[in-house]
């Protein structure tokens, strides 16, 4: 053990020898590894956060955690714990673990014209729905992000404000809307709508959303506390700015090349666009700085929250606002549509519809002791 390396609690060198001291590692990993065992997820990560305490032996336990290890929170943490190190022969042990895609994203001027190509590069997880049907989840890292719009921001909404400072912990959300045939592999229904199997699922009540999700839950083995939910409105719009701060994620304006919205109109300086008259397959766009895709425009996306009328007294911490007792049936909507204007396409921009009312579409996120 070479001086630069953590000890053990109760290892003291003065007057040990290297024997006495290989034991005293030996005797603590064992206690960590009983805690990689436990069947309590709070002493499951407390093993996690100590066990690189014991060098090569902490390293090795926690890859025994990537191997066998159901519960996807306790997993990544693991993953995440290892991926510190920042050792060459460690990061390309991770590779076998939690894979990634590469994607290129674009920004515009407003104009509507390409100015930059920006690759990226995201890490995901993919759930086996069976017959060939596959739900690929992102993953987003926490962090702070202004929510709402300035007044200075064309056709925004005193519901969009007052823009306030959120604080969004890491979570996973999926790449694309869920699908049709996403719905059909958990549902084993048909939709009324425009037909096509990786089209986004669309005429969905909030309600049937749920649903899906606690389906999708128990048939991928989620354990309570780590389930998959529709995402909550700053959850939603955090992961759709993806860093920035402008109207839309690729810039000031968009164009029915980059989504699919009613491109009779426009928001900026860009010409008019195509209007299509009809959802697209998912995908077909350019996804935003993060990789996700289709978080402008495509279908109204469903998120948790509870309506207001504005951000007064929102939540701070990314968390799902439930309290408002005069809008109980009323839920937020995120994205736009392809009937929509583009400037119900911003970031920012939000509506509302009753639970119950079977209209539109939603996509998963899945965060680790929240609900």
Request: charged residues 35%; proline residues 2%.
């Given at each position: 053990m070479t001086n630069q390396e953590p000890l053990p609690d109760g290892v003291v060198l003065s007057g040990q020898t290297q024997d006495s001291l290989?034991?005293?590692?030996?005797?603590?990993?064992?206690v960590v590894q009983q805690k990689l065992t436990s069947d309590n997820k709070a002493v499951k990560k407390q093993g996690i956060l100590q066990a690189l305490n014991y060098g090569g032996h902490g390293i090795e336990a926690l890859f025994g955690i990537?191997?066998?290890?159901?519960n996807l929170e306790i997993q990544w943490l693991a993953y995440q714990t290892l991926e510190k190190i920042g050792d060459p022969t460690i990061q390309r042990r991770l590779r076998n673990y939690f894979d990634w895609y590469e994607y290129e994203s674009v920004t515009v001027n407003r104009q509507g014209e390409i100015i930059k190509r920006i690759p990226g590069r995201a890490k995901y997880y993919r759930e086996d729905l069976g017959n060939g049907v596959?739900?690929?989840m992102v993953y987003i890292a926490g962090g702070s992000f202004?929510?709402?719009?300035?007044?200075?921001?064309?056709?925004s909404c005193k519901d969009e404000r007052p823009q306030h400072l959120v604080t969004v912990p890491d979570f996973w959300i999926g790449k694309y809307q869920v699908t049709q045939?996403?719905?059909?592999?958990?549902?084993?229904m048909n939709l009324v709508g425009f037909e096509g199997a990786n089209r986004p699922v669309e005429g969905l009540s909030w309600k049937r959303c749920q649903e899906f999700c606690r389906q999708l839950s128990e048939r991928t083995g989620k354990q309570p506390g780590t389930r998959y939910r529709l995402p909550s409105e700053a959850e939603w719009e955090y992961a759709c700015r993806a860093g920035t701060k402008t109207p839309f994620s690729c810039g000031e304006t968009i164009t029915t090349k980059l989504a699919n919205y009613n491109g009779n109109y426009t928001c900026a300086e860009e010409r008019k666009g195509e209007y299509r008259a009809k959802s697209v397959e998912c995908g077909i766009f350019p996804p935003n700085p993060w990789g996700i895709y289709d978080m402008h425009g495509n279908g109204w996306e469903?998120?948790?929250d509870h309506w207001h009328d504005s951000y007064q007294g929102a939540p701070t911490?990314?968390?799902?606002w439930n309290n408002n007792h005069f809008q109980t049936n009323y839920r937020v909507l995120k994205g736009g549509s392809w009937r929509s204007v583009p400037t119900d396409c911003r970031s920012a921009r939000r509506s509302r519809s009753d639970r119950n009312y079977n209209g539109y579409g939603f996509r998963c996120v899945l965060v680790s002791g929240r609900i």
């Open positions: 290989d034991t005293a590692v030996l005797g603590g990993i064992e990537l191997e066998r290890e159901r596959y739900l690929d202004w929510m709402g719009a300035p007044e200075s921001e064309q056709k045939a996403q719905w059909m592999a958990i549902k084993e469903w998120c948790k911490d990314g968390s799902i």
